[in-house]
């Protein structure tokens, strides 16, 4: 095997079982970890399976409506949805926890974590690809879905948090979008550009430098414990650039912590006024 094969070669890993199935770990671990979670698993055990599902599969999920389609034609995938509930069950359920130490121990993370990666590339391009069968070379459609596809756990947290009985509008990832999601939102464009051919390079060419770029910065973000995303520096001079500056926090506490002492000297002004006024006047009856 030559070199210049390997991304070839790449392009064409099934998914299913084992890449599927690192995708399962790594969302069910992400659910277990969110605050509450384990307290919802003994008190309501079909909601933490539906949210786990929704972690799983919630991609599919949003561009099925997105495209019109049925939203839950991903439970007709039996053997899937088996093995995801599968790992739910072990996650939340295994005596002592062990299934949940074993894939903490960070080696094994990070090959999860890797394998995950894969499976969102795989899943940026089946939903690019879709998207153009039903909107013929309709650019903003293949993007959105492609997005939608890879990155649709987090574009529907909102969603699932409320399955759990919490609601926080305010981690909605269109105010505030998380690196993966970003990331996605990139790849989706990217590959929309390719499948036009507006792009000059191949696909699996493109898959395979992708891919390697979302490993890379994932495991580097987990060996670091950065949440600072690699895209930070393009964010801000982009922003910049098309969206001038903005004020920083501190300069806005600064302001108004001068604002409120203004208003609080004003506040004070009338009676230190009506102080000096009582003075006067005492000073005249005394003359």
Known sequence: MELWQVPLLFSRLPMFPFFDLAHYVASVMALKEQRGAVEVSVRSPIACWFSAMLYCFGGSVLSSL??????????????????ASSVWYLFFYCPQDLFYRCFAFLPLRLLVAGMKEVTR?????????HADSHFKDAWLVMVAVGW?????????????????????????????????????????????????????IAKHNLVFLYTVFLIFSKVTMMLTRSSTSPLAPF?????????????????????????????????????????????????????
Not at 170 to 191: C, Q, R
Not at 239 to 247: A, P, S, T, V
Not at 252 to 271: H, I
Request: with cysteine.
């Open 148 to 200: 939608a596809r890879g990155a649709g756990g987090g574009l529907i947290s909102n969603f699932e948090q409320l399955v759990r009985g919490v609601w926080k509008p305010e981690t909605n990832e269109l105010l505030k979008m998380s690196y993966p999601v970003k990331v996605t939102l990139i790849g989706a464009v990217l590959f929309t550009l390719q499948h036009s051919q507006y792009l000059p």
């Open 66 to 83: 997105m495209l019109a389609e049925p939203p839950v034609a991903f439970l007709a995938k039996g053997t899937n949805i088996l093995l």
């Open 121 to 129: 590339t795989w899943k940026i391009t089946a939903g690019v690809a």
């Open 235 to 287: 964010e801000a001079a982009l922003g910049h650039m098309f969206f001038g500056l903005q004020k920083t926090p501190s300069k806005v506490k600064g302001e108004g912590t001068a604002s409120s002492n203004g208003s609080s000297a004003c506040d004070q002004s009338p009676p230190e006024q009506h102080r000096d006024g009582v003075k006067k006047r005492q000073a005249k009856k005394t003359e």
